[in-house]
């Protein structure tokens, strides 16, 4: 049976606990189980390893309880904006959502639909609305409005409310099929001139491939300079100017191994602010004290003085090191596990870089099979 695993979070209130979410096939059909609110790491994993065992068993799970309307309420009269303050509380209490997407999802209702239908009727939404917000979203790279409006409508019966009968499908989000990645001439050129403070995080980007959550929400304590590792075990999410700790991306920790570069650019880092080893306070533990705002400004400046004519981004750090390793040889499932990908097939992006692996590996068959002849 699949293992479960209790994964801590914290509240922006300091209360926190532990959750499961666990994802599994039985034959052709999809299941997910997750909860979150358990005290202990102990009660998470029993409750997950009974809802799994329901499921291989082919019992009902448990069901959830959903909120009634209130004493003489009727539903079909509650405005957009009532169920939208309903929903953010089930997806706050079912661990549907972090509390800092649902923080951007209230900048996005504010800005959007409470404009445009925050006053109207849930039930009696009609196509027209619908087309309103579909039309605000076309052509962004993310639709948020759209997206959101969704998942209300998805959500609408989980807590009492009714839905309408219009159908809510979000634009497919504008993507990049460029990937934008440093050559190592642009990495030395953009560090010359970017601001001294900024390059041990420039360089760790660089030698590891992290997030830039993961790399703000870095401890001391999670490097192991002996051993040349450092364990991702936390990102730090800046919303609404509001600062969320999460476990990382996939909702498990991972333990990297730290090259000559990454150990020179926390050398660095040291030498500027020195360490403070308090696991009890993970903002004073940081190894990067800086904000993603600012990563990101100090990155296009530098670019832009150092004549890249690129999209710089601390994403596109990432990318650089994945191309990277991907155009030096290493094979896509090691690249996948150093980025933490959930699957290879969001690493596949990067194969196009190496099309000789592809015609090695033929070869390699066709040597195998020649020789049995």
């Known amino acids: 049976m699949e293992k479960v695993q209790a994964i801590p979070y914290r509240l922006p209130d300091g209360s926190g606990g532990f959750k499961v979410d666990v994802t599994l096939w039985i034959g052709e059909a999809k299941h997910r189980i997750r909860k979150r609110g358990f005290p202990t790491a102990r009660a998470a994993v029993q409750w997950g390893e009974r809802e799994l065992s329901r499921l291989h068993l082919g019992l009902p799970g448990e069901t959830r309880r959903r909120r009634p309307a209130e004493s003489g309420e009727d539903p079909r009269t509650w405005t957009v904006a009532a169920v939208f303050e309903r929903c953010v509380e089930y997806w706050r209490a079912a661990g549907r959502k972090r509390e800092s997407t649902l923080t951007h999802n209230r900048a996005t209702f504010k800005r959007t639909l409470a404009v445009l239908i925050g006053e109207k009727p849930f039930s009696a939404l009609t196509s027209k609305d619908v087309l309103h917000v579909l039309q605000l979203d076309q052509g962004l790279a993310d639709p948020k409005s759209s997206q959101l409006l969704a998942s ?35 990495i030395a050129r953009i560090r010359a001139v970017l601001c001294p403070s900024w390059r041990p995080a420039f360089l760790f980007c660089i030698a590891t491939g992290v997030r830039v959550g993961e790399l703000l929400g870095l401890q001391w304590t999670d490097l192991d300079l002996v051993n040349r590792t450092a364990t991702i075990r936390h990102s730090l999410v800046t919303a609404a100017a509001k600062r969320f700790w999460h476990p990382p991306k996939n909702g498990k920790a991972r333990v990297l191994p730290l090259s000559g570069l990454a150990i020179q650019a926390l050398e660095e880092q040291a030498a500027a602010f020195p360490p403070v080893t308090n696991p009890a306070d993970l903002e004073a533990g940081r190894v990067f004290r800086q904000t993603s705002v600012a990563f990101y400004a100090a990155l296009k400046r530098a670019a832009k003085a150092a004549g890249v004519d690129k999209n710089i981004s601390p994403h596109a750090l990432r990318h650089t090191f994945a191309s990277l390793q991907v155009q030096g040889g290493v094979q896509l499932q090691r690249v996948s596990a150093l980025l933490g990908h959930s699957s290879l097939a969001m690493t596949m992006r990067y194969s196009h870089l190496r099309p000789d692996q592809l015609q090695e590996s033929v070869d390699q068959l066709s040597e195998i099979v020649s020789a049995a002849l």
């Open 152 to 186: 209300m409508i998805r959500d609408a019966g989980r807590v009492g409310a009714v839905a309408p009968a219009v159908e809510c499908v979000p634009p497919r989000p504008k993507c990049n099929p460029r990937l934008v990645f440093l050559t190592p001439e642009e």
